[in-house]
């Protein structure tokens, strides 16, 4: 073997730890060339789990690894968001089973290779700007290897985002904070969630922060949205939303029928099932 081959070797040691991602256009940007990739594949120092997408090999590929890779070593903005993150910071007792399914919030789609990986989830994606605008452009996601700032970039947090430590190296997997969760959640209804799971969810929703509730609600685009979110909460009267300056948020005019046959609420000009007053 060449000095200089055993250099890039040592070089893509360091760039791309063992079990993460990176595409074509990575390697090529670092100097690895289509001819010197392939060597590396039929020598076994990289894997391809998908068409133009390599690693080095290290295990079973799970999803974490692939959404770390695209939020950090690849910069894409992208969250893992709604009813996901909810299941990842411990809300899964109140969601039913939602199969295998992955949650991604951005402003732009994620590459297309990422669904040809061979991966029991399914990755869902949701366009962020409908309901924050391109407020995940202006956040500085975690990098892989953790800087000085033990408290987190700032930029994360206003966005109603939080990092999360994942597997042996504690790597951070960037997921939406409950608060941001919980709209995107609502955003789902009627089509993709049920009624009754979002009340049940939102009655456990106790400890929610006021502040970055209402940071994200005057933020939010979608009225139905912010309808329903206090909807749900004059339901539960959960200590925080006193805490919420509602005249500051935008409801929007005019009346909503989300449901077919449902029973109107007056105070929010929604229609909602029927159900949910034999629920109470």
């Known amino acids: 073997m060449s000095v200089q081959r055993a250099g890039k070797l040592k070089q893509?040691?360091?760039?791309?730890?063992?079990?993460?991602?990176?595409?074509?256009?990575?390697?090529?940007?670092?100097?690895?060339?289509?001819?010197?990739?392939?060597?590396?594949?039929?020598?076994?120092?990289?894997?391809?789990?998908?068409?133009?997408?390599?690693?080095?090999?290290?295990?079973?590929?799970?999803?974490q690894q692939a959404v770390i890779s695209l939020q950090t070593l690849l910069g894409h903005r992208l969250a893992v968001g709604g009813r996901t993150a909810l299941e990842l910071q411990g809300y899964a007792h109140y969601l039913s089973q939602g199969g295998s399914e992955v949650h991604l919030h951005g402003p732009r789609k994620p590459p297309s290779w990422l669904t040809a990986l061979r991966l029991k989830e399914q990755f869902v994606y949701r366009n962020s700007k409908l309901l924050f605008g391109s407020d995940l452009d202006e956040v500085n996601f975690p990098p892989l290897v953790p800087g000085a700032d033990k408290q987190g970039d700032?930029?994360?947090?206003?966005?109603?985002?939080?990092?999360?430590?994942?597997?042996?190296?504690?790597?951070?997997?960037?997921?939406?904070?409950?608060?941001?969760?919980?709209?995107?959640?609502?955003?789902?209804?009627?089509?993709?969630?049920s009624f009754h799971q979002v009340d049940v969810l939102m009655e456990g929703l106790s400890d929610l922060a006021p502040r970055r509730l209402q940071k994200l609600l005057v933020c939010c685009r979608n009225v139905k949205v912010k309808r329903l979110f206090f909807f749900f909460a004059d339901r539960h009267h959960h200590a925080w939303l006193k805490h919420v300056e509602r005249a500051a948020v935008d409801l929007g005019a005019g009346k909503r029928m989300l449901v077919k046959e449902g029973r109107y609420d007056p105070a929010y000009q929604i229609t909602v099932p029927k159900e949910l007053d034999e629920a109470r």
Do not use: F, M
């Not at 190296?169 to 995107?184: F, G, K, M, Q």
């Open 12 to 63: 893509l040691e360091r760039l791309l730890p063992e079990g993460l991602l990176v595409d074509s256009t990575w390697l090529s940007a670092r100097g690895y060339s289509t001819s010197l990739r392939t060597k590396y594949v039929a020598s076994g120092w990289l894997e391809q789990p998908a068409r133009r997408v390599y690693r080095r090999p290290r295990g079973q590929l799970s999803w």
């Open 154 to 193: 700032r930029s994360l947090q206003d966005a109603g985002l939080r990092s999360l430590a994942w597997g042996q190296w504690d790597w951070p997997l960037t997921v939406s904070a409950p608060e941001r969760a919980i709209l995107e959640l609502l955003d789902e209804l009627p089509d993709h969630e």
